[in-house]
């Protein structure tokens, strides 16, 4: 069982920068895949970022690609996701996630954290 929970939304203003941290227990990290979703009011969970094991392989997807950067430290347990020139319509809750495939489709995660809110305001 790994238990994670999310730290560092808030509100900023567009074209402002932020640092989301996920933080591990239970079980070591090491052994997943992690990734990041966001949910807006009314809309779908969407895919934000995705990390391999190791760390080697990340992906994105169009609309997160060269802004929002995710990264890992094992040791600490720890996933992030430092989020640059954001945009108004990037506010959503922020949610990390651990499973075996860093893929962007949620049912392939096991452990979910509760989410953490990011306001964008233009």
């Known amino acids: 069982q790994v238990h994670l929970t999310e730290s560092g939304g808030g509100l900023v203003q567009a074209g402002g920068s932020l640092r989301l941290s996920c933080e591990a227990s239970g079980r070591s990290i090491s052994t997943y895949s992690m990734a990041w979703f966001r949910q807006a009011p009314g809309k779908e969970r969407e895919f934000v970022a995705g990390i391999r094991r190791s760390g080697d392989s990340t992906n994105y997807p169009d609309s997160t690609k060269g802004r929002f950067t995710i990264s890992r430290d094992n040791a600490k347990n720890t996933l992030f996701l430092s989020m640059n020139s954001l945009k108004p319509e990037d506010t959503a809750v922020y949610s990390c996630?651990?499973?075996?495939?860093?893929?962007?489709?949620?049912?392939?995660?096991?452990?979910w954290g509760q989410g953490t809110q990011v306001t964008v305001s233009s």
């Open positions: 996630a651990a499973g075996t495939f860093a893929t962007s489709s949620p049912g392939a995660y096991y452990y």
